[in-house]
């Protein structure tokens, strides 16, 4: 039963499997170099397009509304190619650890190999030792699948650290919103004046120029 195990990966087969096992973590690194690249060409265009939404808020409402519409296209752009960084990353270490493993059990089939020489060369009062040897052998190979299906698994510490940290975010940028908000004008007799209702795309855009606005100013 151990040689059927082992046949698995013996001969020409193993070879074409580690060929194969390199030429996927090449490309994934590849992938990787060009989608990285990618981010920060968007990043460096997300950039241009706030200078000009800052340079024409004052002048030319038109073109600082564009730019601010161009920016937000970019910065969903920008969220899709960090969510394919962070998937290939994970299917990289993946691959490298199963590759890792395929080469401790090659070493363990050689072992066996060792084992089956030495077999022969020894009487029936060793076949007890022998057998324990291989039952070891064995152990060790579960031990290290065991070891591989845990790899990558998610603390979940960490996962409410981050939870944390992007709620304090939130919070500071509320904080920071009603802070920069303009204050409400008031009619001769103290009261509020309503603003007149505006569709929700057209608030966004004015507000968004509005903080412009006001970030010259200072």
């Known amino acids: ?6 046949s698995y990966f013996g001969g020409g087969a193993t070879a074409k499997r580690n060929n194969a096992s390199k030429e996927a973590i090449v490309k ?3 992938q990787l170099e060009m989608l990285r690249k990618r981010e920060i060409h968007t990043e460096k265009q997300m950039l241009e397009q706030d200078v000009i939404a800052r340079k024409n808020v004052t002048t030319n409402k038109t073109v600082a509304r564009a730019a601010l519409k161009r920016k937000k296209v970019l910065e969903q752009n920008l969220i899709t190619t960090q969510q394919h960084i962070n998937t290939l990353e994970q299917q ?3 691959v490298e650890t199963a590759n890792l493993n395929l080469e401790t059990v090659k070493v363990m089939k050689e ?3 060792a084992m089956k020489g030495m077999n022969k060369r ?3 009062n060793d076949i007890d030792e022998t057998m324990e040897e291989i ?3 064995m152990q060790l190979n579960k031990e290290i699948s065991e070891a591989i299906s845990s790899v990558n698994t998610v603390d979940p510490n960490e996962e409410d650290e981050l939870e944390e940290m992007l709620a304090d975010m939130e919070q500071k940028a509320l904080d920071d919103k009603i802070i920069s908000a303009p204050s409400v004008p008031v009619t ?3 009261q509020a004046v309503q603003p007149v209702a505006a569709r929700p795309q057209e608030e966004d855009e004015e507000e968004e120029l509005r903080k412009l ?3 010259m100013a200072m």
């Open 213 to 215: 606005q006001a970030e």
């Open 122 to 124: 020894i009487g029936i």
């Open 1 to 6: 039963m151990m040689a059927s195990f082992f």
């Open 111 to 113: 072992a066996s190999d």
């Open 28 to 30: 994934l690194r590849q």
């Open 135 to 137: 039952r070891e052998g």
């Open 92 to 94: 990289m270490n993946a």
């Open 188 to 190: 001769a007799h103290g």
